[in-house]
């Protein structure tokens, strides 16, 4: 049999909310506002993952979703600089940032400050795939391997390289590739749009397209890691769309934002319409999925900070569930049951053995320890669970320059519908039941001594099995304790 095209449609930075598909049980004002029409039809004909997460930000997500492994283990705790060996932590006054590994993944051994693994599409290569990148990378800094999608297995590369964000996302600015201001983050690859009034969203979805036709038309099966600049900042609106948001009336920001999502959504129902046109939609896995929490820092989001991902508290950043929640959508042919929805909890990290697994990929020896673990069982219906699992966060490092809910210098765990959200700053453990209280809002910590007592132990125990650094603190160079006080 055939193995399975797979297409990952990567979107960057955006929230639960952000699409008018309900991921909560009912629908909410911002599926309202929302316009992500592609999405729906995406849902309806495939499985909601209503309790998917990521990492807090960019890079332990994207380590954690090619290489199978957990943040705790790979290390990559933080975004990484596009250039190398620059540790991209802010400055704390009283706790100094940890060693980690700042310049992201590399597939070679040897590179300082990078986790050495094997990538998933340089498996998938090896077993036949036609791979693909098109969009945002962000991997690794620029001088290591890592920052190569080419190096990491990919036969194709559009437009991915080192950087976290595009400098622009107009055609008119060439997506900021200005002679007189050269900037790192000017988007590359993407000359012949120049000039031309056509969207950085609609750019790369045509480039990925057109990418597409050669394995299309010679039947070999492909792997497209469609991975889109938006929805992250800088929030420019997307002209085509926006009077809609303005008519709303949403803020200039809100609504630049609303347009920046509705772009992405229509990118994807491009996709979905060559698959069925090319008649490979019957053989193609979609997965459908953003690297983290919704921005919730206000400005550059429009709104009150940590709006606006709600119900969940907070956002990017942070290990509260704003953060950490990713509204995924899994459409495989024949396997997965249209219009259905699972809440069993997932991971990023279980994105590497459920690729390998839906490919039939049984002999892959990676380097690496894969912590992730196969959803297929639940997405063909034969399991009902994967049973009991833990998930870890660990952002031992200062994001940005203040403090907000949940974000710089924290840690978390999710034990059943337990969780356990930790400021190693302050040794503050707040405990929450996610099934009763999503929002995280009633702090059970006092009540249930040893619930804290059990989830502060599994997290230390994990974190010191992985060697997983802690914040020190400046005035003694000590270590901060693990969560369970020692
Ligand atoms: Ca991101």
């Not at 309806?44 to 997500?61: Q, R």
């Not at 975004?79 to 940032?97: A, G, I, K, V, Y």
């Not at 709006?307 to 042919?333: C, F, H, M």
Request: hydrophobic residues 35%; proline residues 8%; glycine residues 8%.
């Amino acid at each position: 049999m055939r193995r399975p095209n797979i297409v990952v449609f990567l979107v960057d930075d955006m929230g639960w909310q952000d699409c008018s598909v309900p991921f909560d049980r009912q629908r909410t004002l911002l599926n309202q506002r929302f316009r992500t029409p592609a999405m729906e039809r995406l849902a309806a004909s495939g499985v909601k993952m209503t309790s998917a997460y990521t990492s807090p930000v960019c890079t332990p997500s994207r380590v954690s979703m090619i290489t199978g492994m957990n943040v705790t283990r790979h290390h990559v705790v933080n975004w990484t600089s596009p250039f190398r060996d620059q540790n991209t932590d802010n400055p704390d006054r009283e706790l100094q940032s940890v060693v980690w590994n700042h310049n992201g993944l590399s597939p070679v051994a040897g590179i300082p400050s990078t986790i050495h693994a094997t990538p998933l599409p340089w498996i998938l290569s090896q077993a036949g795939y036609y791979t693909i990148h098109v969009g945002k990378a962000h991997w690794g800094s620029s001088g290591t391997p890592g920052s190569n999608p080419l190096a990491l297995g990919f036969q194709v590369n559009i437009a991915g390289k080192s950087t976290g964000h595009p400098q622009s996302y107009l055609s008119e600015e060439n997506y900021g590739n200005v002679p007189q201001k050269p900037t790192i983050n000017a988007v590359s690859d993407l000359q012949e749009y120049h000039g031309t009034g056509i969207f950085l969203t609609e750019a790369l979805t045509r480039e990925a397209l057109r990418a597409l036709d050669a394995p299309v038309r010679n039947g070999q099966p492909f792997f497209l890691h469609l991975s889109h600049y938006a929805v992250h900042t800088p929030i420019m609106a997307d002209p085509q769309y926006l009077q809609r948001y303005l008519r709303q009336g949403l803020d200039s920001v809100e609504a630049a934002y609303a347009t920046l999502v509705e772009g992405m959504d229509k990118s994807l129902g491009d996709l979905l319409d060559y698959l069925r046109d090319r008649k490979v939609e019957e053989n193609t896995v979609i997965v459908f999925l953003s690297d983290n929490g919704g921005l919730s820092l206000a400005p550059p989001r429009g709104g009150q900070p940590h709006t606006q991902n709600l119900p969940l508290r907070a956002g990017k950043g942070s290990v509260y569930e704003g953060g950490i929640r990713d509204p995924i959508l899994i459409r495989w042919p024949g396997v997965t049951q249209p219009g259905t929805s699972i809440h069993v909890p997932i991971h990023v990290d279980d994105l590497f053995p459920t690729l390998l697994d839906m490919a039939r990929i049984t002999d892959a020896r990676p380097l690496q320890t894969v912590d992730g673990q196969s959803i297929v069982p639940l997405l063909n219906g034969r399991r009902r669970d994967l049973g009991e699992r833990i998930f870890y966060w660990h952002y031992p490092v200062k994001w940005i320059d203040s403090d907000g809910p949940g974000i710089n210098f924290h840690s978390a765990i999710r034990r059943g519908d337990w969780k356990l959200v930790v400021s190693l700053r302050t040794g503050k453990k707040e405990l929450y039941h996610l099934r009763d209280d999503l929002r995280e809002a009633h702090d059970l910590a006092a009540v249930r001594p040893d619930k804290v007592q059990e989830l502060a132990a599994a997290l230390s125990d994990r974190l010191r099995e992985m060697g997983s650094p802690m914040p020190r603190v400046r005035a003694t160079g000590m270590p901060l304790p693990y969560p369970d006080g020692q």
